[in-house]
């Protein structure tokens, strides 16, 4: 059974940073793309950024410019640093990762259980 664990959330003032991590808790046969999606209060479940193996990262227009999502395939972990916080970015956030847990498995969408990020002052 593979798990996604999180940390890194909590509570931050305006303008404040936090980082998230999240770690694929056992060896796989490969991970496609690793990132991250929130869920607000009273929302739906959005995309907020996803970088793939090798390749470029993607955000969602509101956190453009101030969220980076980067990657450490030694580790099979992945980061969100989040910087320049606003009230509005408050949600429940998800690990996302798409494994192929062995050779003989497909790729499948696999979910961490979520870590709360809430910036108010």
């Known amino acids: 059974q593979v798990q996604l664990v999180e940390s890194g959330g909590g509570s931050v003032q305006p303008g404040g940073s936090l980082r998230l991590s999240c770690v694929v808790s056992?060896?796989?046969?490969?991970?496609?793309?690793m990132g991250w999606y929130r869920q607000a209060p009273g929302n739906g479940r959005e995309f907020v950024a996803l970088?793939?193996?090798?390749?470029?990262?993607n955000y969602a227009d509101s956190v453009k410019g101030r969220f980076t999502v980067s990657r450490d395939d030694a580790k099979n972990t992945v980061y969100l640093q989040m910087n320049s916080l606003k009230p509005e970015d408050t949600a429940v956030y998800y690990c996302?990762?798409?494994?192929?847990?062995?050779?003989?498995?497909?790729?499948?969408?696999?979910w961490g259980q979520g870590t709360l990020v809430t910036v108010s002052s």
């Open positions: 996302y990762a798409d494994i192929k847990p062995k050779i003989y498995y497909d790729y499948h969408g696999t």
């Open positions: 056992e060896s796989v046969y490969s991970i496609n793309g």
């Open positions: 970088i793939p193996h090798g390749g470029r990262a």
